[in-house]
C-alpha cells in the first residue's frame, strides 16, 4: 500500500508538471507557470559600462517577474566570462500568447537564436549578434557598438550597424514587437546549447531580492542598470539614464492574475481567443441522425478552425508589412483596431453558427 501511495503521488506530481507546461514554437523552450497577465515596462535608456577584459560577454539586461511581489524587477545587464570557447549568448525575452505573457529563459549556444526582435542594445538590435564573433578562441569585439578599452583588448574590429531605435520588451500583443523566428534561429534552438550559468543565476536572484529594482518602485527607471561584472551591484554599477516609456502598471498587478471583468472581453487576434470546443452531438435514438449530426460537428469545428488560421496568418502578414514600412503610432493603433473589430466580426458569427448548429440538433419531443 505505500509504494501504491508514493506511485500515485508521483504521478500526480508529474501530472500537474504537464498540464503547467505551456507548448510554445519550437524556437522557445516550454515554459512552467512564468506567464503574467500584464505586459513587462520599456526597456530603460543607459549606457554600457566598459568591458572588464579580454573575453567577457555582454548580457543584456531584461525585465523579469516575481510572483510574491507581484511584480516586475529589473535584471541589470552584466559582463561575464562564456561558459566555452565559441558559445554567444540568446537573450530571453518575454512573449504574448492565448491572452498572457509568457517568458522564454535565454541560453547559451554556438549560434544566436530568436530573442523575440526585442531591441536590447549593444550588439543585440532584434536579430543575430553583431557586438562580435568569435575566431578560433579568441573572440573579437564590434568597437562600433561595444564599450572596449582598445588599449587593453586590441582584438577588435570596428563594423557600423544601422538599426530602428525601439524600447518594447515584449514580442506580439498591442503594442508589441512584429517578428517570427527564422529557419536559421529555430536550427540553433534544436542544436547544441545550455542554459544560463551559475553567475547569471545569483545574478539574477541578487536583483529579485533588490526592492528599487522592482517596476513599481523605480517606474521603469531602475537605479542600476548595468553592472560590470555579474554580481557586482555597488561598484561599477551604471544607472538609467531615463524609462524607455511611460509605466502604467496593469490594475491586475498582485499576484499577475487576471481579475473578473465586467463585459465581454475584446480579443484582438484570433490566436488570443480560447479553443473552439468540438462537442458530441446529442443523442437523439436514430443511430444515422446521430452519425450525421456529428459529421455536422466535424466539419464546423475544422471550417471555423481553419477560418481562424487564415485570419491569423492575414493579421501576421500585415503585421510584417507594418514593420516594413515602419508605421507610425498612429497607424499601428489602426491597424490593432481593424484587427479586433476582424476577430470580433468572426468570433460573433462563429458563435451564432454553433448556436443554429444546437438548435437544429437538439432531440425534438417523444425522442428519448
Not at 227 to 243: K, P
Request: aromatic content about 12%; some cysteine.
Amino acid at each position: 500500500m505505500r509504494r501504491l501511495t508514493v506511485v500515485s503521488t508521483l504521478l500526480f506530481a508529474l501530472a500537474v508538471v504537464c498540464v503547467s507546461m505551456t507548448c510554445l514554437s519550437a524556437s522557445s523552450s516550454a515554459q512552467i507557470g512564468i506567464s503574467v497577465s500584464f505586459g513587462p515596462p520599456a526597456l530603460p535608456v543607459f549606457d554600457q559600462p566598459i568591458c572588464p577584459g579580454d573575453g567577457y560577454m555582454w548580457t543584456p539586461g531584461y525585465w523579469a517577474w516575481d510572483p510574491v511581489a507581484g511584480d516586475y524587477y529589473w535584471v541589470p545587464g552584466t559582463w561575464l566570462l562564456a561558459p566555452q570557447v565559441g558559445y554567444l549568448w540568446t537573450p530571453p525575452w518575454w512573449g504574448w500568447q492565448g491572452g498572457r505573457f509568457w517568458f522564454h529563459e535565454g541560453w547559451w549556444g554556438p549560434s544566436v537564436g530568436f530573442y523575440g526582435g526585442i531591441n536590447y542594445g549593444f550588439g543585440y538590435f532584434g536579430n543575430g549578434f553583431v557586438g562580435g564573433r568569435w575566431d578560433g578562441d579568441r573572440f573579437y569585439y564590434n568597437k562600433a557598438v561595444m564599450n572596449v578599452n582598445v588599449v587593453n583588448i586590441r582584438n577588435v574590429y570596428n563594423e557600423r550597424v544601422t538599426f530602428n531605435e525601439n524600447r518594447v520588451s515584449f514580442n506580439g500583443g498591442p503594442g508589441g514587437v512584429v517578428a517570427r523566428s527564422s529557419a536559421q534561429e529555430e536550427a540553433a534552438f534544436r542544436g547544441r546549447r545550455m542554459g544560463p550559468v551559475s553567475a547569471q543565476t545569483a545574478h539574477g536572484d541578487q536583483a529579485r531580492s533588490n526592492r528599487e529594482l522592482r517596476a513599481s518602485v523605480n517606474q521603469g527607471r531602475p537605479p542600476i542598470a548595468a553592472t560590470g561584472r555579474a554580481g557586482e551591484f555597488s561598484h561599477g554599477a551604471v544607472a538609467a539614464r531615463e524609462a524607455g516609456g511611460a509605466y502604467h502598471p496593469s490594475a491586475e498587478r498582485a499576484g499577475g492574475a487576471p481579475r473578473e471583468e465586467s463585459g465581454a472581453r475584446n480579443f484582438t487576434h484570433p490566436n488570443e481567443l480560447a479553443p473552439i470546443e468540438r462537442g458530441a452531438a446529442p443523442r437523439t435514438g436514430d443511430p444515422q441522425l446521430d452519425q450525421r449530426n456529428q459529421q455536422e460537428r466535424e466539419q464546423l469545428y475544422n471550417r471555423q478552425n481553419q477560418e481562424r488560421q487564415n485570419l491569423q496568418a492575414q493579421q501576421e502578414n500585415e503585421h510584417q508589412q507594418a514593420q516594413q514600412r515602419n508605421y507610425n503610432q498612429g497607424q499601428r493603433q489602426q491597424m490593432e483596431q481593424q484587427h479586433q473589430q476582424q476577430t470580433q466580426q468572426m468570433q460573433q458569427r462563429h458563435v451564432q453558427e454553433r448556436q443554429q448548429m444546437e438548435a437544429r440538433q437538439a432531440p425534438r419531443g417523444g425522442r428519448r
